[in-house]
């Protein structure tokens, strides 16, 4: 048992008591003393800093973004002045159930669930705290009358003056020039988007994602003084940097051609075009069909969410030149010729008999409609699009690899390094690719390459996956004597003086071989194919002016109807520019793509003409 003090005198007691009260006092004080040493010496300068930051608020003015000009000047994306819905949040009614309330009716109105309106004020507060939250931008003047009108239902509502991208010519070009939208959780990680916040425009495609540093600007600042209920002060404006404007972006991209190119393919069908400088790399027109509006992208209804992304059929906004995936039948000709020429299995004057098909292990390949072209040599091989020539070529050399290394090295089945985004996938089939996709068990049918898939390649045909944008590098290597250039839309960026700042520099990718005189040999049967007698689009091509190199293709693709295609190098026989078409469902090369090309063709030179009798230089 422990001791009682009792036997202390009474005044002993008392003292320790008071010893003990005052020990603790000495602590509470010392504790108090380092309290208040910690908040005015050590972090004063930060608590300082927030007090003066309750006094004011930071509002950020938007910068407009840059125009993008075509190639001659003209516009084909600026900006116009629209109207967003803010919303200051200190003026919510303090009322839950009152403050759901408005919140949904907001929504409503705006075409916003509740929820998405609660994570937009979310997002906004976490950015600045206390400052007004963009809700939606771009609302109409409907919108806004009536919630002005009915301000004593939407308190804390305003309506600010922003820009929005503005298209003048609707869907033109409109998978070239690309979208803008608000900036992704993820994408505020980024480098290049260091310094963005929720809520900030970026580009989200085509020209307007490849060259955004450019046209996105710097946002002005405005600091201003409040009060406690956070209203601004009079005369309490601190700071004002106005934004600086984006500069502006040049493309390569002809106005007229892209026109003539977009109305061409139009009346034929969803398809793909591109027309583009075989030496620079310069893409005077680039085009899909269907297309889209981007202005729908700006802020999209439900049913345009539902027209733009979930019809995979008609699919407007896959930019069908560079990310479809199509055999190409006989435009592929020229690549299995170069291949044969360049590894010694046929001269250009070598003549072979075309009987109008071949059998090889039981199974017959014939040429369109079994017709028998009797001797051939490469250029009328080409003219006539004798099949037959091409398939014993495609034999030849199925135990070898010569034919992918060819395809392969002029641009078949690899990135075309064009600087905008939308690349798609696409095969150059191969006995390595096809033990390979046996062996992941893709195949349909599990047997090794044989020399039909060769023959079948030879012709364009088979397992073949590629687009008009690889086919235009292929046609223009053989164009320029072997030279693989890089494609690209971005030419020039001007300042709001309307000064070149910064030059876009292409150099070309690669260079291959290709003898001279077997390129001149190609070119020959091309240009028989356009334009001479029994041509395959002598036809469409026959009485224009301009002497081209071109050739038609038809393929056979699985679940739909042939694929159309036509490929063109002009002016013959020195050509600077290569033209690709293919219409999905379009029967024969001459009957759709053919005419898309001619419509392309016809624009860039009689613009040219009408340049030089002006006193203009041609392209």
Do not use: C
Request: proline fraction near 6%; hydrophobic fraction near 40%; aromatic fraction near 6%.
């Amino acid at each position: 048992m422990f001791a009682r003090n009792d036997h202390m005198p009474q005044g002993s007691r008392l003292s320790l008591r008071v010893a003990v009260v005052g020990g603790v006092g000495v602590v509470l004080f010392a504790i108090l003393f380092f309290r208040l040493w910690n908040l005015q010496v050590l972090s004063g300068d930060k608590y300082l800093a927030e007090a003066k930051n309750n006094r004011t608020r930071e509002i950020k003015e938007i910068a407009p973004r840059g125009d993008i000009l075509d190639r001659n000047g003209e516009v084909l994306v600026d900006n116009r002045t629209s109207l967003a819905l803010q919303l200051n949040t200190a003026k919510l009614p303090e009322d839950l159930a009152e403050e759901r309330a408005e919140l949904a009716r907001l929504g409503q109105l705006s075409h916003m669930s509740l929820r998405k309106v609660r994570r937009t004020i979310a997002e906004g507060e976490e950015v600045a705290a206390g400052a007004p939250v963009t809700l939606r931008r771009d609302v109409g003047f409907d919108l806004v009358a009536y919630v002005e009108e009915n301000q004593d239902e939407f308190p804390g509502v305003a309506v600010q003056r922003v820009f929005v991208r503005h298209y003048p010519d609707g869907t033109r070009a409109a998978h070239v020039l690309g979208s803008v939208g608000e900036i992704e959780e993820d994408e505020l990680k980024e480098p290049q988007y260091k310094g963005l916040e929720p809520g900030d425009e970026i580009g989200q495609a085509g020209a307007e994602y490849a060259y955004d540093k450019f046209l996105r600007g710097q946002p002005g600042l405005t600091r201003i003084q409040v009060n406690a209920l956070g209203e601004p002060t009079p005369g309490g404006q601190l700071v004002s940097t106005p934004p600086t404007p984006g500069d502006s972006l040049k493309l390569t991209i002809d106005g007229d051609v892209q026109t003539a190119g977009e109305a061409g393919l139009a009346e034929k069908g969803r398809g793909g075009f591109i027309s583009m400088n075989i030496d620079t790399g310069e893409i005077l027109a680039l085009g899909s069909y269907p297309t889209f509006d981007p202005t729908q992208l700006i802020e999209p209804t439900q049913t345009e969410v539902d027209e733009l992304y979930r019809d995979e059929e008609l699919a407007p906004l896959v930019n069908r030149a560079t990310e479809g995936a199509y055999p190409t039948g006989s435009i592929f000709k020229i690549i299995t010729a170069l291949a044969a020429l360049e590894k010694g299995f046929i001269t250009p004057d070598e003549v072979v008999q075309d009987n109008g098909k071949i059998e090889v292990g039981g199974e017959p390949f014939e040429n369109a409609g079994g017709v028998a072209h009797g001797p051939v040599e490469l250029r009328r091989a080409l003219q006539v699009s004798s099949d037959v020539y091409f398939y014993l070529l495609g034999l030849e050399m199925w135990e070898t690899n010569d034919l992918q290394e060819e395809a392969h090295e002029l641009g078949i089945g690899r990135p075309a390094g064009l600087d905008l985004p939308e690349e798609g996938e696409t095969l150059l089939p191969s006995k390595a690719w096809r033990e390979q996709y046996v062996k992941e068990g893709l195949a349909l049918e599990d047997r090794p390459w044989s020399a039909g898939d060769n023959i079948q390649l030879a012709t364009g045909q088979g397992d073949l996956q590629t687009n008009p944008l690889q086919m235009a590098l292929a046609y223009a290597a053989l164009g320029n004597g072997g030279k693989i250039p890089t494609p690209h839309v971005g030419l020039e960026v001007e300042d709001a003086a309307g000064r070149v700042v910064k030059e876009f520099a292409f150099k070309p990718q690669r260079k291959i071989h290709i003898d001279p005189g077997y390129r001149t040999a190609i070119l020959e049967g091309l240009h028989a194919a356009a334009q001479e007698g029994e041509g395959t689009a002598a036809g469409v091509f026959g009485g224009f002016p301009i002497d081209i190199a071109g050739k038609t293709g038809t393929a056979e693709r699985q679940g739909h109807g042939d694929q159309s295609w036509f490929a063109a190098l002009s002016p013959y026989p020195n050509p600077r520019i290569v033209t690709v078409a293919t219409v999905e469902e379009g029967g024969f090369g001459a009957d759709s793509a053919a005419p898309v090309v001619l419509d392309i063709l016809e624009a860039i030179y009689d613009k040219q003409a009408a340049e030089v009798s002006s006193g203009g230089g041609a392209e």
